[in-house]
């Protein structure tokens, strides 16, 4: 069963940019589908962006980071990322990396990443 961690979270300026990084292993990456997720201080967890299908085209993302946001995966290196520029106070939050497979829902989560968007 695969295992996430993420890494490259941190604080930044609005209108900053920074790179989370997911890594997985003890699983085969390349049949896992791959998401982000957040969660803010007394809000529910939402997703962010995520991959559809085992397709690395097949991207979709919330309303309020469509176009700031990009998500990739590197198969090679048994990782996705989360590209975020233009961070907006309101981005702040935990951030998850998940993972599925086409048979399952969303049940494998890291331990998540803080990012913090100052004003």
């Known amino acids: 069963q695969v295992q996430l961690v993420e890494s490259g979270g941190g604080t930044v300026q609005a209108g900053g940019s920074l790179r989370l990084s997911c890594a997985a292993s003890?699983?085969?990456?390349?049949?896992?589908?791959m998401g982000w997720f957040r969660q803010a201080p007394g809000k529910e967890r939402e997703f962010v962006a995520l991959?559809?299908?085992?397709?690395?085209?097949?991207?979709y993302y919330a309303d309020s980071v469509k176009g700031r946001f990009t998500i990739s995966r590197d198969d090679a290196k048994n990782t996705v990322y989360l590209q975020m520029d233009t961070l907006k106070p309101e981005d702040t939050a935990v951030y998850y990396c998940?993972?599925?497979?086409?048979?399952?829902?969303?049940?494998?989560w890291g331990q998540g990443t803080q990012v913090t968007v100052s004003s």
């Open positions: 991959f559809l299908t085992l397709n690395a085209d097949s991207t």
């Open positions: 998940a993972a599925r497979t086409l048979k399952s829902n969303w049940d494998r």
């Open positions: 003890g699983g085969t990456f390349s049949s896992y589908v």
